[in-house]
């Protein structure tokens, strides 16, 4: 079984629309985030939920909004996309204070044109 | 601030050379740190953790708290081992308790 699943696993869209992405994780986690990996493999943090409760917002623009029904799931809402959007977008998710570290999904790469 | 520096962005090596990944991280406390792997086009993977002192898949990291560094070493490289490679901190406290701070990461190319 899956531990981290994203879908979809690609994404093209074009300029203006509006995406989901969604994540899911099946390992009782209490934490869950959102990462932007850009052209440069550079991993940013863009959100965290624990336990359904938004812990970290970086400095993202408010196009993007995370939900998270539950603490085994939390999506991404992407308004007016824009070509700089294109990214591999990874949710990952981890138990705070065990100190596994993370588990990631395998990750949603978008592509705006 | 910068909290995990890995100076090189790309690094190639021979097929049975020995491959040592640079990382230094800035934080005063106990801080918590990992090496995460990336495949070609898939997800990162726990490769290594500091406190588990464990080898994978060849690869051995000592936290060295004077020098502030967590290089990851392997004696022979093989070509499987080219990926993309993520130095990561966690801290052990406050209101950032369990998130992750990525370096910006090293290419690595084993040539045949």
Same mark, same amino acid.
């Given at each position: 079984?899956?531990?981290?699943?994203?879908?979809?696993?690609?994404?093209?869209?074009? @300029?203006? #629309?509006?995406?989901?992405?969604?994540?899911?994780?099946?390992?009782?986690?209490?934490? @869950?985030?959102? *990462?932007?990996?850009?052209?440069?493999?550079?991993?940013?943090?863009?959100?965290?939920? #624990?336990?359904?409760?938004?812990?970290?917002?970086?400095?993202?623009?408010?196009?993007?909004?995370?939900?998270?029904?539950?603490?085994?799931?939390?999506?991404?809402?992407? #308004?007016?996309?824009?070509?700089?959007?294109?990214?591999? *977008?990874?949710?990952?998710?981890?138990?705070?204070?065990?100190?596994?570290?993370?588990?990631?999904?395998?990750?949603?790469?978008?592509?705006?044109? | 601030?910068? /909290?995990?520096?890995?100076?090189? +962005?790309?690094?190639?090596?021979? +097929?049975?050379?020995?491959? &040592?990944? %640079?990382?230094?991280?800035?934080?005063?406390?106990?801080? &918590?740190?990992?090496?995460?792997?990336?495949?070609?086009?898939?997800?990162?993977?726990?490769?290594?953790?500091?406190?588990?002192? &464990?080898?994978? %898949?060849?690869?051995?990291?000592?936290?060295? %708290?004077?020098?502030?560094?967590?290089?990851?070493? +392997?004696?022979?490289?093989? $070509? $499987?081992?080219?990926?993309?490679?993520?130095?990561?901190?966690?801290?052990? /406290?406050?209101?950032?308790?369990?998130?992750?701070?990525?370096?910006?990461?090293?290419?690595?190319?084993?040539?045949?």
């Amino acid at each position: 079984d899956t531990a981290v699943s994203q879908t979809p696993k690609y994404l093209v869209t074009q @300029m203006g #629309n509006d995406k989901s992405i969604k994540c899911e994780q099946n390992l009782g986690h209490d934490t @869950m985030y959102w *990462y932007k990996q850009d052209s440069k493999k550079f991993l940013k943090i863009m959100f965290s939920y #624990n336990n359904k409760e938004l812990i970290i917002n970086e400095t993202v623009p408010n196009r993007f909004s995370p939900k998270s029904p539950d603490k085994a799931h939390l999506n991404l809402h992407i #308004n007016s996309l824009e070509l700089g959007d294109s990214a591999v *977008y990874f949710c990952a998710s981890s138990q705070v204070g065990a100190n596994y570290g993370y588990t990631f999904g395998s990750g949603t790469r978008l592509t705006v044109v | 601030a910068q /909290r995990v520096t890995q100076p090189e +962005k790309l690094l190639s090596v021979f +097929k049975g050379a020995p491959v &040592e990944l %640079k990382c230094n991280y800035s934080y005063s406390g106990s801080p &918590e740190l990992f090496w995460y792997v990336q495949y070609s086009r898939q997800r990162l993977q726990l490769l290594l953790r500091h406190i588990s002192r &464990e080898s994978i %898949k060849g690869f051995t990291a000592d936290l060295n %708290k004077g020098e502030t560094s967590f290089h990851l070493k +392997k004696p022979f490289a093989q $070509e $499987e081992d080219s990926a993309m490679y993520y130095c990561a901190l966690s801290f052990d /406290r406050g209101s950032t308790l369990g998130r992750l701070y990525f370096g910006r990461g090293t290419q690595l190319t084993v040539w045949p």
